[in-house]
């Protein structure tokens, strides 16, 4: 337990020392919201805004959860990981401390999203919506930081994993509903939609 918990204060340290990243985490999600939102405004979805809030902040929990396991490529390029993989500690502790990082650090910047998104327009009908939105990202960093992990052990290499990265994130979030509704999506897609995990 001690493992996991000092990998997991490792990550959120270098998270908060990256003040760049974490600024452009928070407005990079506000541009899609400004860019799509105008798209569909009276158009396709009554309240766009809200629209696109909801679903922008699931994507975000999801790609920072990919992005942030690909630290675990970076410590096998410095050695980190080797001498932490050489000391007495069960893979499974690195594995979960590694996790376990980037989960939170997604769902912290989702947590960060939703905080000023209820400022421009999102509004809860009921006070349980929320807890099912955190609970939502809870899951998703959890499900999507154990998928970046595994990538990165197989990828090894920063380069190659940002291009398999996005060949993943770009089709999961354009056929998932967040920032297209699905109702004006191709029938064929459709059907794809379905099946897609962000959906």
């Known amino acids: ?10 990550g959120l340290k270098a998270f908060f020392r990256n003040k760049a990243g974490l600024i452009f985490s928070i407005l990079i999600p506000f541009f899609f919201i400004y860019v799509f939102g105008a798209i569909f405004k009276n158009d396709f979805i009554e309240n766009p805004v809200a629209y696109m809030l909801s679903g922008v902040i699931i994507v975000n929990v999801f790609e920072s959860a990919l992005t942030i396991s690909s630290s675990t490529v970076d410590d096998m390029v410095s050695g980190f990981m080797k001498e932490v993989l050489v ?28 905080v000023i998104g209820m400022f421009i327009g999102i509004k809860f009908t009921t006070w349980l919506t929320p807890v099912y939105v955190v609970l939502s990202m809870i899951s998703v960093g959890l499900v999507f930081s154990g998928v970046g992990l595994f990538l990165s052990t197989i990828i090894k290499s920063g380069q190659t994993f940002q291009i398999v990265k996005t060949a993943i994130v770009l089709p999961l979030t354009f056929i998932s509903g ?22």
């Open 1 to 10: 337990m001690n493992t996991v918990l000092a990998l997991w204060k490792r």
């Open 178 to 199: 967040a920032y297209i509704p699905l109702s004006i999506l191709p029938s064929g897609l459709k059907y794809v939609a379905y099946f897609n995990p962000m959906t």
């Open 87 to 114: 000391s007495p500690v069960k893979r499974v502790s690195v594995a979960a401390g590694q996790i376990l990082t980037a989960a939170t650090v997604s769902t912290l910047q989702g947590l960060l999203i939703l």
